[in-house]
């Protein structure tokens, strides 16, 4: 029908082909960076210089530009078209000097553009955040187009009701806000890589929600046989990409099938919040059951007796499901058998965000007002995080 409708609009492309369409502008993009060697997403140094030195148009051109013509009578009419251009000064030399004002705009423009963006990415404000955030999101279409099993471009609940907590984790968890948080364990992984290292055959490191892969990297980094179980189809796309060993399965049920004894530490970093209490105990049982003797066990969680913590980190992400006291944790490991090393308090608040004491010269008073701004301090802004750090004695 629509071959007889010669007014009819052509039909608009669906939101696959417009993602693609993003997508091959994207990889054109990177091609030309690598090609050009840059390390900036946005170094133009080199292409501003060429812009710049051919800015200025010169209405004197030599007899027989570009190239002296050969034989007589090219040369004769080379040397007329001067003379016309010599004679024609007056009319050309305006235009040319109009030609040059625009063109030496255009330059100026484009370096207090690139200037621009430049600051911007060295400013850790909201519009670098944003472009960080763009550039990930073109990252994850990538990924789930290259996927051997196509993921779905888009969720399918309606817009007003979807919750995309991959993006979210980019937004609030992104690999520079991670920046050495990955180290905070290696303390513990070092030495008990060692002696790892020793058995005759290695233990291997599972960790449970892996997420993008970022610590699961350093651990592999560390030396250590590791692996990670991801029931997030981008995530574990995204890590599987950076050539890590995740699969796509959910954690409690990846555990129970796994013979007894088969690992040698399992990681569970901000995980536990995410699962009912009854899941929380039936991960500590399996992960008993799992670990060999002297096996090692981390989980940390958000620390809900920071309620700085609780209020911005906690709620931020509708998908928590279970807030856990250190005690409580503590409590749950120690029921399942567990031997607890350590509970590591961690990302105290800044020094800047906390109640300022009163100067002592303030009065007698000062010193009561100070103790209880030291407990509100203590209350409200602690330590952010928490690791249990435990290992599995065997039965």
Not at 304 to 327: G, I, K, N, V
Request: charged share 25%; aromatic share 6%.
């Amino acid at each position: 029908m629509a071959k007889d409708m010669p007014n009819a609009s052509p039909p608009s492309p669906s939101p696959a082909e417009a993602e693609e369409v993003l997508l091959s502008l994207e990889r054109e993009i990177r091609a030309h960076r690598l090609a050009l060697g840059r390390e900036s997403p946005l170094d133009m140094a080199d292409t501003l210089a060429e812009v710049r030195e051919r800015r200025w148009v010169n209405s004197h051109l030599p007899i027989g530009w570009p190239v002296m013509p050969k034989g007589f009578i090219p040369k004769v009419v080379a040397y007329a078209q001067k003379v016309v251009r010599r004679l024609l000064r007056w009319y050309i030399n305006p235009i040319v000097d109009q030609q040059n004002a625009f063109n030496q705009a255009v330059c100026d423009a484009l370096d207090e553009l690139v200037a621009s963006i430049h600051e911007r990415l060295r400013t850790p404000d909201r519009e670098g955040a944003d472009l960080d955030l763009l550039l990930w999101r073109l990252r994850r279409l990538e990924l789930r187009l290259a996927s051997p099993t196509p993921l779905p471009l888009r969720s399918a609940a309606p817009p007003q009701t979807a919750f995309d907590a991959f993006l979210l984790g980019l937004e609030h968890r992104s690999p520079k806000t991670l920046g050495d948080r990955v180290r905070d364990y290696d303390d513990i992984l070092k030495p008990w890589g060692a002696q790892n290292a020793l058995r005759e055959n290695p233990l291997e490191v599972l960790e449970i929600h892996c997420g993008r892969g970022e610590m699961l990297a350093h651990v592999r980094a560390l030396g250590l046989p590791a692996y990670g179980i991801e029931d997030d189809a981008d995530a574990a796309a995204w890590a599987r990409a950076q050539g890590l060993d995740v699969r796509t399965e959910a954690p409690l049920e990846h555990l129970a099938a796994l013979g007894e004894g088969a690992l040698g530490a399992i990681l569970a970093i901000q995980t536990v919040e995410h699962w009912p209490i009854g899941d929380v105990a039936r991960f500590l049982g399996l992960a008993g059951q799992k670990l060999a003797p002297g096996g090692l066990l981390i989980i940390e969680t958000i620390n809900p007796t920071c309620l700085t913590a609780l209020l911005q980190a906690y709620l931020l992400d509708p998908s928590h499901h279970t807030p856990l006291h250190p005690q409580t944790l503590r409590f749950l490991a120690e029921q399942a058998g567990f031997f607890i090393q350590e509970v590591r308090f961690l990302r105290p608040v800044p020094p800047e965000a906390r109640l300022a004491p009163w100067p002592a010269e303030a009065g007698p008073w000062a010193e009561v007002a100070n103790a209880n701004i030291a407990r509100l301090n203590d209350l409200l802004f602690g330590a952010q995080d928490y690791a249990l750090i435990a290992t599995w004695p065997g039965k």
